[in-house]
């Protein structure tokens, strides 16, 4: 029937559409008008034709589809029982954050041999624990996620020294060959204010710098961790640029590989009001799954949703989209060229050491910011819609301040848009 009904139509070429928009245009130029360029330089068209679609050749990874709770370790009772009701709620990924070294038993009661993905956030650095850690799980699927790159980006140390770390983890991986040992964080450049070029091509650097060291082959000890943001095509496209270009980069290196992604919510674009964040983390979630991470941070309301949802069909369905393909092309191309411009200026590292990341970072940060001081990009609950009569309470999202203490680099700080706009409403509720 839909075959009937469409041969009554003849077809229109792209000319003919934007002939005709020109024309009810009334004069008014067609690039002016109907043309957006982002903050990243990315134009986005008022329509999308067969004629000019160009499909960009994105992996699509076969691995297993897991959605995760994130539970912090400050008493290991407390977090197995936290643990146990994830698994019974149909979790199956656990992601723990862990500040010191912990008990297994304490921990791993009744959680061992659930088919459960287990994901670390470690916040130190220690081959002794690891080595221990890997081996009482040996039976299961684990991810380390010790990024040293980023550590030192983030806190603008290394654990103990350039040379030693990259040590500990040569170590880790001769000790521990099919354990994930590895991750490149590019959830914190987004969590800064790195626009969605910016944090694709500081993920490949980034990555470049383990490849420089260890080779390609290093890839399968790898996992790759992002923040969803609210752009919700934008974070689609991102990750699937992100995949395209590493394929391009481990090619470079005679490897390839189906690589695993981390996706969690974006802190950046959080507010005090928990009901809106909520509604924005099933976006994102969203986004994630379409963009075919493979593990996803969910929420309560997440989890219902993702049960009732076909995870492959999500996946599939971005392919062969005109608008997210032109954007999946875009920001390929553009990212391709700032990776291209850190590795003629010595690499990631050495831009990291010499500021230039943190400052290009700041950069963006800081238009994101006036946009926001002046309602050109809206947070729904922050500074439109507000509900005068609500009592912000920042306890959920401290301030995070940078601490004054000696770094090697300067480290960059996640700040979230509404940090300031908040501490003022706080001080006017008190």
């Known amino acids: 029937m839909s075959n009937l009904i469409f041969s009554n139509f003849e077809p229109s070429s792209s000319a003919a559409w934007k002939q005709k928009i020109q024309f009810e245009l009334n004069g008014a130029d067609f690039n002016e008008t109907l043309l957006t360029k982002t903050n990243e330089g990315i134009t986005i068209k008022p329509f999308y034709h067969s004629d000019t679609f160009e499909k960009v050749n994105v992996p699509i990874s076969k691995n297993k589809f897991c959605i ?222 379409y963009s075919g991470a493979n593990t996803v941070t969910a929420n309560k309301f997440d989890k219902e949703l993702f049960s009732e949802t076909n995870i492959n069909d999500l996946k599939i369905a971005a392919t062969d989209c005109y608008y997210i393909e032109s954007i999946t092309k875009q920001i390929a191309e553009k990212a391709l060229n700032i990776f291209k411009e850190i590795e003629k200026g010595g690499g990631f590292l050495n831009q990291l050491k010499e500021g230039t990341i943190q400052r290009k970072i700041v950069e963006n940060a800081k238009k994101e910011q006036t946009q926001f001081n002046n309602g050109e990009l809206i947070l729904v609950g922050a500074n439109k819609y507000k509900n005068t009569l609500e009592t912000v309470k920042l306890d959920t999202f401290p301030i995070i301040e940078r601490k004054n203490h000696k770094t090697l680099i300067i480290p960059i700080i996640p700040k979230r848009l509404a940090e300031k706009l908040e501490q003022k409403k706080s001080r006017n509720d008190a």
């Open 68 to 289: 995760c709770s994130t539970i912090a370790i400050t008493n290991e009772e407390y977090a197995n029982f936290k643990a146990v009701n994830a698994i019974k709620k149909g979790f199956t990924s656990l992601k723990f954050e862990v500040s010191k070294p912990f008990n297994f038993e304490n921990l791993f009661r009744n959680l061992l041999n659930n088919e459960i993905e287990f994901q670390f956030q470690l916040r130190f650095l220690s081959e002794e624990f690891t080595n221990k850690l890997i081996a009482f799980l040996k039976n299961e699927t684990v991810y380390i996620n010790i990024d040293i790159v980023g550590n030192l980006a983030k806190t603008g140390n290394w654990y103990t020294s350039l040379n030693a770390d990259f040590k500990s983890i040569e170590n880790l991986i001769e000790q521990n060959a099919t354990t994930k040992i590895l991750s490149v964080n590019a959830a914190l450049y987004q969590n800064a204010g790195a626009n969605t070029v910016q944090q694709i091509a500081y993920a490949l650097a980034h990555a470049n710098e383990y490849f420089n060291k260890f080779g390609g082959k290093i890839v399968k000890n790898m996992q790759f961790n992002f923040a969803i943001g609210s752009n919700y095509f934008f974070e689609i496209a991102k990750i699937r640029a992100f995949r395209y270009l590493l394929n391009l980069i481990l090619k470079e290196y005679n490897t390839e590989f189906d690589i695993q992604i981390f996706a969690e919510q974006s802190l950046r674009n959080k507010t005090a009001n928990h009901n809106i964040n909520n509604l924005r983390s099933i976006n994102e979630s969203l986004s994630a799954i």
